[in-house]
């Protein structure tokens, strides 16, 4: 399976940090817990606004979170500050 995107690192580390499992997440979503981590590891879709909401309102994951600055400079139109590579 090929990483579509990086990892959500930030999101994986705050539901270790505070015991959200996946499931949990899965759940309030109404996913499968395996959706949950193709989502967190890069391999599957993105989190939508919707997701990022409702993960914020029920288990305080910071918003900024779900937000990636990091953008490879191929995927920059102006050569924008905010990039790693």
Known sequence: M???RQPYNKIKAFLVENGIKHKDVAKL???????VSKKLNGFGGDFTLGDAKLLHSNFGIPI???FELNVP???????EKYCNS
């Not at 979503?29 to 395996?34: E, G």
């Not at 400079?73 to 050569?79: A, F």
């Open 73 to 79: 400079k191929k995927e920059l139109k102006g050569g």
């Open 64 to 66: 900024s979170y779900f």
């Open 29 to 35: 979503l109404d996913v499968a817990p395996n959706t």
């Open 2 to 4: 090929v990483r579509k």
